[in-house]
């Protein structure tokens, strides 16, 4: 069906095209029969492969990654196409333009995306709206995001501003610090810098968890552009603050093998297939200090389940996807759920968690 969509869809410009789509997931989501025949057309066929991680149970391991619903309209339809959690965001406190038109371009022979939206939200308020209204089919993340007009040096008070407002809706809450897209956001990486701001949000956290009787877990998300010293540190400050997750990784500001592409010297994060290699080197690198102490969500340039997995095996326990949705369209979450099971059952074990360690720990090829 998205084969016959896909055409259309590529001829429109990236953004309006993209608008259309999220408007169409929201008019579907508002007629029941319609996304109940999303589910048996596409979630249905989607094995049970179920993955517990930072206490909670996840169906599958697979997820939609942040900045494609940025204004929670739409979770309930991502989940009916069979995605095991819908990451919203990235939301900031206040409602914010993002950056001039064009500012999303697809690069198709490469099949890659480069964006500067630049953190273009309707701000906490409308994202609260919409998500107090969504009926829950599975578990939600929110991506949290800083003003562009906020100085550096308040950046936590941002965070801390969308903890409170999110935290009785959302099953896990990420701290993005790597979009390379707002000036000066990626500098929080920097060891003294994101030292102080993990303090802070844990101590929030901890307060949030007694006023709501519930924990909910907190996950940074990391750029792919990071030297090997500075993934050490990032794993050593996440180990020394006790987060619950790492998201490995955002876009990338380099332009691997993009000589030819014109497109490329767009500014921008590039994501899709070129990212690959990038994400995977980074999830290997955090893996190697973290050993399992701190899940890993892997993400960047997964199109398949074969890439899904060299994921798994470089060390995250969960995955996420963006641009394989856009080029492939819905049934990819459904090819890379199979793809997994059949690796399992492939290894001969019943959970996809000992399948991936009998695989890490070269017990199995
Ligand atoms: C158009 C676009 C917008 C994005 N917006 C966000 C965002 O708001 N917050 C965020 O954390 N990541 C954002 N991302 C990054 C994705 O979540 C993901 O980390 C990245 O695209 C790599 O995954 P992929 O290769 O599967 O696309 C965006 C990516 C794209 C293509």
Redesign the pocket.
């Known amino acids: 069906m998205y084969r016959l969509i896909r055409p259309l869809l590529f001829t429109l410009d990236a953004e309006t095209s993209?608008r259309l789509t999220l408007g169409l997931l929201h008019a579907g989501s508002r007629f029941p029969g319609a996304m109940a025949l999303a589910r048996r057309l596409l979630a249905a066929k989607i094995p049970e492969l179920p993955v517990n991680v930072m206490g909670l149970r996840f169906p599958n391991p697979v997820g939609l990654?942040?900045?494609?619903d940025?204004e929670a309209c739409c979770a309930s339809g991502f989940h009916d196409i069979g995605f095991g959690f819908v990451?919203l965001?990235?939301v900031t406190p206040r409602p914010q333009p993002g950056n001039p038109r064009p500012r999303?371009f697809r690069l198709t022979t490469h099949t890659a995306?480069i964006?500067r939206?630049g953190?273009n939200s309707g701000g906490l308020d409308t994202f609260l709206v919409n998500l107090r209204r969504t009926q829950r089919h599975g578990l939600i993340g929110v991506?949290l995001?800083k003003n562009k007009d906020t100085p550096a040096d308040r950046a936590i008070d941002d965070y801390l501003t969308g903890m409170r407002a999110v935290y009785p809706y959302a099953d896990y809450i990420?701290i993005?610090i790597?979009?390379p897209n707002t000036p000066g956001l990626r500098d929080l990486q920097e060891a003294n810098a994101l030292d102080a701001l993990l303090a802070g949000l844990r101590d929030e956290q901890e307060r949030l968890a007694i006023s709501h009787d519930r924990r909910v877990p907190l996950a940074l998300?990391i750029a792919p552009d990071l030297d090997e010293a500075s993934i050490d540190a990032v794993a050593g400050l996440l180990l020394t603050h006790q987060f619950d997750a790492v998201?490995a990784?955002?876009?990338t500001t380099q332009r691997p093998g993009l000589d030819s592409e014109p497109l490329a010297r767009e500014t921008g994060?590039l994501?899709?297939l070129p990212?690959?290699p990038l994400?995977t080197r980074v999830i290997r690198r955090l893996y190697a200090t973290l050993h399992g102490r701190i899940p890993i969500i892997g993400?960047?340039?997964?199109f398949t389940a074969e890439d899904a997995w060299e994921k798994l095996v470089a060390g995250a326990d969960l995955i996420?996807?963006?641009?394989?949705l856009i080029y492939r369209g819905p049934d990819v979450v459904h090819h890379i759920v199979s793809g997994l099971a059949d690796k399992m059952h492939a290894v001969g074990v019943a959970s996809l968690d000992e399948a991936i360690q009998r695989t890490r720990h070269g017990s199995v090829a």
């Open positions: 993209h990654a942040a900045g494609l940025k990451e965001g990235t999303l995306i964006n939206m953190f991506n995001g990420t993005n790597s979009s998300k998201i990784t955002n876009t994060g994501s899709g990212l690959k994400s993400v960047g340039g997964i996420q996807i963006y641009s394989a």
